[in-house]
């Protein structure tokens, strides 16, 4: 029997049937496993690698440089070995290819040998470098999530759940989410891993899912759900040694911490040399070779964290003359391309504006994207690509290319852009939104924490659920912290029961002490200390009233 508010809240979720609320809150693999040949292209991709490996031709796998592509290749490359494909991977660089296909790697992969290219999380908009490699005499399928341009590439296959017209059900797959569906196909008609096995890599679609910050519904809960279980019992040396690293077991593991240790470690080496060092990690099969590539990426990401502060300083002091722009345009030459992404973030936090963060390499110059609410960072670079090289990505994130002389034109095009728009309260999208009110901190009980856990993994899509608290008094402020910047709110309701906030950061911002009566926006959180757990909010937000 559900308490009360945990109903209110699964309705509020729009989870108040029975048979999608227990789909939701259990969701199970194979009823989330949408068939694979609804995929545009997917029966064309399985019968060309069927070929290959009658022939044992040279497949290559081609990656890209983040955790998605990095989980993708893994993917694939365990997958083919397992179908007994001929196969080899290979991860751009960043800083020598950039992303997506280039025609320098695939004139490498033809000398490697290469008959047939098999993208993953890029190649959707690579027309070009597809036509170069059919000119080499090499084949390509592109499997991908990204933006599609109305015609496809010369792709034996381009499977993207974003090409319009098609019947499968779930449109929000990773990179991963796709290469996992061709290795679903290709089960369907060729042996070498048997229908059920395939599960095994779900650890592997988990890591790749959080990471890019799809939605966690669907096809795409079902997968990190049971990939969180999976990856509590992996064997696989690397996860195991990124877990080590980063202070974790993995049993614990869960999408939080996906998303801002595993993630972030395996995420250095690409942002400051090479991501093939991602890959060794991930198809590592020796203890002792994978704890050394995650030290090594251990003492990376302390690195990039080291720079991405000196880069958001300079940042800071660029976006202060910029008062009046709802879009901030920032660009630095030592501001390096593979950081600038983690810095546009920071950016769009501190000033709740969409930003783009560039490096000016001599005369051309990179950039990234960061945005929410109504402004699609995607739409905006097409409504001014006439002052762009390129560009393209997703809504909330995408990346630019344009000349370095370019930069003032493109930045006042992108703000005239943002100003047709004529967006309403984009801010609102910043504010925290309450699933349901808790009045009484009775209500607030361990059986409830116990219930909020059935609604993990939390992430894009389904976010971590807040309670809206309309009054309660302070009894007591209290400031902690090296610099006094967390602050720690005991309050009670109307019936004197008390309950204890605390708001990391927030001290500066929420003045409430002794007395006042405030309404609060918070999330539950068990607190462990001295062995007692007891139950506390994470403040949010808080107005006086
Ligand atoms: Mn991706």
Redesign the pocket.
């Known amino acids: 029997m559900a308490s009360q508010l945990f109903e209110e809240l699964l309705k509020s979720r729009g989870l108040d049937d029975p048979v999608t609320r227990a789909a939701f809150l259990a969701p199970d693999y194979e009823a989330f496993k949408h068939d694979p040949f609804l995929l545009p292209d997917m029966e064309a991709a399985v019968q060309r690698l069927l070929v290959a490996k009658e022939k044992q031709e040279l497949v290559f796998i081609y990656g890209?440089y983040?955790i998605?592509?990095l989980t993708?290749t893994t993917t694939l490359f365990e997958a083919f070995k397992a179908f007994g494909i001929r196969v080899d991977a290979f991860i751009p660089n960043r800083f020598v290819e950039g992303y997506g296909l280039a025609k320098s790697a695939v004139q490498q992969l033809k000398d490697r040998g290469a008959d047939l290219i098999v993208t993953v999380?890029?190649g959707s908009l690579s027309h070009a470098e597809i036509d170069f490699a059919n000119s080499l005499g090499m084949q390509v399928i592109v499997t991908?999530?990204?933006s599609v341009a109305e015609t496809m590439p010369a792709a034996v296959a381009t499977i993207n759940p974003k090409r319009p017209n098609h019947k499968y059900p779930f449109i929000d797959l990773?990179?991963?989410g796709v290469a996992f569906k061709l290795v679903q196909a290709l089960q369907q008609r060729t042996d070498g891993l048997p229908l059920g096995h395939e599960k095994w890599l779900l650890d592997l679609v988990a890591l790749?899912t959080v990471c890019?910050v799809?939605t966690l519904v669907d096809e795409n809960r079902a997968n990190v759900f049971w990939g969180l279980k999976v990856m509590h019992k992996t064997r696989r040396p690397g996860i195991r040694a990124l877990a080590s690293v980063g202070g974790l077991k993995t049993e614990e593991l869960n999408a939080r911490s996906l998303g801002f240790v595993l993630g972030p470690h395996l995420n250095a080496a690409g942002r400051l040399e090479t991501a093939q060092y991602g890959l060794d990690l991930l198809t590592a099969t020796d203890n002792m070779q994978a704890l050394e590539i995650a030290n090594q990426l251990h003492d990376m990401n302390i690195a990039r964290r080291t720079e991405q502060d000196r880069i958001v300083k300079e940042a800071i002091v660029q976006a202060d003359g910029f008062i009046d722009h709802p879009v901030l345009v920032l660009s630095g030459p030592t501001w390096s391309h593979g950081i600038i992404g983690i810095v546009a973030a920071k950016m769009l936090e501190r000033y709740a504006k969409p930003t783009f963060v560039l490096q000016e390499i001599g005369e051309e110059s990179k950039g990234s994207a960061r945005s929410y609410g109504d402004f699609s960072a995607v739409d905006g670079i097409r409504a001014v690509e006439s002052w762009l090289t390129r560009g393209g990505g997703h809504k909330l994130a995408a990346g630019v290319t344009l000349p370095t002389q370019n930069i003032a034109d493109f930045r006042k095009a992108i703000n005239d852009f943002y100003h047709s728009l004529g967006l309403e309260n984009q801010q609102q999208h910043l504010q925290p939104k309450a699933d349901v009110s808790i009045a009484e901190f009775m209500h607030v009980s361990p059986a409830l924490i116990e219930e909020l856990k059935l609604l993990e993994p939390y992430g894009n899509g389904n976010p971590s659920p807040i309670f809206h608290i309309p009054q309660a008094t302070v009894i007591e402020r209290r400031l902690m912290g090296k610099e006094n910047q967390h602050l720690k709110l005991k309050v009670q309701d109307g019936n004197r029961m008390p309950f204890s906030v605390i708001g990391f950061n927030l001290a500066h911002k929420v003045t409430a002490d002794a007395g006042d009566m405030i309404e609060l926006w918070v999330e539950l959180i068990e607190n462990e200390w001295r062995g007692r757990v007891s139950i506390e909010g994470r403040l949010l937000r808080a107005e006086s009233i």
């Open positions: 890209d983040d998605d592509g993708a999380d890029c991908d999530h990204h990773a990179g991963v790749g890019d799809v």
